[in-house]
């Protein structure tokens, strides 16, 4: 059963389940609450968990002629919705560019924050001291002139083939109705997103950060995805790095009870 909470002028959709501290669970591009369908009802066993879709994502209004989905919008609505219910300091969980969200709001709103826990967030472009590789580069250019052609033929299976040719190769025909369908009916807040720039920052940034920050990754992702997120974990002042075996990007979904297990040992001692 989903609630409805008002947040910067609409109202985001959320689960919540359980008692106890709170946790905040942040989705990536493309998808909303339902891509922790796997973690909402274990993790309440233990914490109260709030899981939500960003706005134009599912069940939420789509995206209009003056959508507004600027990354400092999307982490405005994150301390709005902490704010919201009442939950400061949470603990954040983000996934991939939600992992970006949850780290922009520890360092614009440190009092919001319990814990950091990112699951590969989507930094490796934001990074200005990440030295990518000239194979990663390319990757990346690639990547984008694809996705703009995907979204120029109006075709969302064309572009969620492409974002996942790119994020996790090979991962698609394995992948269930519902979280295909998740994605494709998100693509019109996908491409609000790509259009709008996002910020820079460094490592010393991210030094500022004094929570306690648990950095996931998945074993078979991308080169990119996983030195990003390891360039990532160093930078923290209070830091651990887990890999998730047998998982790629998706690593909440390819192996929900490592991942469960992961952010659960973290939690116990955060």
């Not at 699951?119 to 694809?146: H, I, K, M, Y």
């Not at 109705?177 to 820079?200: D, F, Q, W």
């Amino acid at each position: 059963m989903h609630t409805q909470v008002a947040v910067s002028g609409m109202r985001l959709a959320c689960e919540e389940r359980g008692t106890g501290s709170p946790i905040v669970l942040v989705p990536g591009s493309a998808c909303d609450l339902r891509v922790w369908v796997n973690q909402i009802e274990p993790l309440s066993s233990w914490y109260r968990v709030i899981a939500y879709s960003r706005r134009y994502t599912w069940p939420n209004a789509g995206p209009d002629a003056g959508a507004d989905a600027s990354f400092a919008r999307q982490v405005g609505d994150l301390a709005g919705l902490i704010k919201s219910l009442g939950i400061a300091p949470a603990h954040i969980v983000g996934h991939s560019f939600g992992g970006t969200i949850a780290l922009f709001l520890a360092f614009e709103h440190p009092e919001l924050v319990r814990s950091l826990l990112l699951a590969e967030p989507g930094v490796a472009a934001l990074l200005e001291d990440f030295p990518r590789t000239d194979t990663e580069l390319d990757a990346s250019q690639n990547f984008a002139r694809a996705l703009q052609e995907a979204f120029a033929s109006g075709d969302s299976a064309f572009v969620v083939e492409a974002s996942f040719d790119y994020v996790a190769p090979g991962t698609m025909p394995a992948m269930s109705a519902e979280i295909r369908n998740m994605l494709l009916g998100n693509v019109p807040a996908l491409k609000v997103e790509r259009s709008t720039p996002r910020p820079r920052f460094t490592c010393g940034d991210v030094r500022r950060i004094a929570v306690p920050a648990l950095v996931l990754v998945g074993d078979r992702s991308p080169s990119a995805f996983r030195r990003s997120a390891e360039f990532l974990a160093q930078c923290f002042p209070r830091s651990a790095l887990v890999s998730i075996a047998g998982a790629g990007h998706m690593m909440q979904l390819d192996n929900p009870q490592a991942f469960n297990e992961s952010v659960l040992a973290f939690l116990a001692t955060a």
